[in-house]
């Protein structure tokens, strides 16, 4: 029989596109998907991405606030956040499990989802989601155990959880996550549209003497892991990927970079959710026969 997919996510802040969607794909092909939270009640989406609200430089007027123009753009879109509605009103959702419940011989698939509002910092830093982490990735660099995927600052949970000899278990893997020619820009943009609060877009700032970009996910994860997967240059529908202006559909995922290593599976962004859904769900779905045949 086969076994549920668990989602981790923070208690607040977590993109609604990079959890909703994989849900809804996951839910749509049969899989039952079970949740966990810090402390084992509901989470909560980046409200900010849900409603596009306060993404414009009028969004602290009051009669103003509601209108939206740069936050139309940003915020989710209409089909992520019908799927996100969906979502919370799932019993799973409801009634998640706690970190400290997680068991790896529960599941057969494990998704991080991302997002970058300063909330998820909890997440990204919890010692006892890196202990579950170990037990995906009993050796560093090595196969996980079961299927894993992550998207975003989702990947940066992976990466900071070091082996015992200090090594980031996901070394020297093939992965991606959010760019920095994008999280630049957005924190640019951010700037001038949430001018009252202009590091909305940077989980971590630079400090002292580092460098621009220095505590983005991209460099972070080149110096954890040693490596980052970007868009290649020749690939299909460059333009369409990089751009950061298109996002991918259940029929279309051009503007998709998704990248698998065995059992591993990462992209960069919400843009990218449909495709990275659809891989992980292949992946899952090879896993599953492969231990039915083992059986």
Same mark, same amino acid.
């Given at each position: 029989m086969n076994k549920a997919i668990v989602m981790i996510l923070p208690s607040y802040g977590f993109d &609604?596109?990079?959890?909703?969607? &994989?849900?809804? /794909?996951?839910?749509?092909?049969?899989?039952?998907?079970?949740?966990?939270? &810090? %402390?084992?009640?509901a989470a909560a989406a980046d409200r900010l991405m849900l409603s596009g609200v306060e993404l414009d430089f009028w969004g602290k007027v009051p009669l103003l606030r509601r209108l939206k123009l740069v936050g139309l753009v940003l915020r989710a879109n209409g089909d992520a956040r019908r799927a996100y509605q969906q979502m919370i009103q799932?019993?799973?959702? @409801?009634?998640?499990?706690? #970190?400290?419940?997680? %068991?790896?011989? +529960?599941?057969?698939?494990?998704?991080?989802?991302?997002?970058? %509002?300063?909330?998820?910092?909890? #997440? +990204?830093?919890s010692e006892v989601l890196r202990a579950f982490v170990r037990k995906l990735f009993p050796v560093a660099g090595g196969e996980p155990v079961i299927p894993v995927a992550?998207?975003?600052?989702?990947?940066?949970? /992976?990466?900071?959880?070091?082996?015992?000899?200090?090594?980031?278990?996901v070394h020297g893997r093939k992965l991606t996550s959010l760019p920095w020619s994008f999280e630049s820009?957005?924190?640019? +943009?951010?700037?001038?549209? @949430?001018f009252w609060d202009p590091h909305y877009y940077r989980t971590y700032l630079e400090s002292g003497q580092e460098p621009a970009?220095?505590?983005g996910v991209q460099q972070e994860l080149t110096r954890l892991v040693g490596g980052f997967s970007d868009v290649d240059s020749a690939a299909n529908d460059y333009w369409r990927k990089t751009s950061g202006m298109h996002r991918d559909n259940e029929?279309?995922? @051009?503007?998709?970079?998704?990248?698998?290593?065995? +059992?591993?599976?990462?992209?960069?962004?919400?843009?990218?959710?449909?495709?990275?859904?659809?891989?992980?769900?292949?992946?899952?779905?090879? #896993?599953?026969?492969?231990?039915?045949?083992?059986?």
């Open positions: &609604p596109t990079e959890a909703a969607i &994989p849900w809804l /794909l996951l839910t749509q092909a049969g899989h039952q998907v079970k949740f966990a939270t &810090p %402390d084992g009640k799932d019993e799973s959702f @409801r009634q998640p499990m706690s #970190y400290s419940q997680l %068991d790896v011989a +529960l599941f057969d698939g494990v998704v991080f989802p991302g997002g970058h %509002d300063k909330a998820i910092k909890p #997440y +990204l830093e992550a998207i975003c600052h989702g990947v940066l949970v /992976l990466a900071r959880t070091n082996d015992a000899q200090g090594v980031s278990v820009k957005a924190w640019q +943009l951010g700037k001038i549209v @949430r970009g220095f505590w029929t279309d995922t @051009r503007a998709a970079w998704v990248v698998q290593d065995g +059992l591993l599976v990462t992209a960069r962004w919400p843009g990218d959710a449909h495709g990275f859904a659809q891989r992980f769900i292949q992946m899952v779905s090879q #896993y599953q026969t492969t231990q039915k045949v083992a059986a």
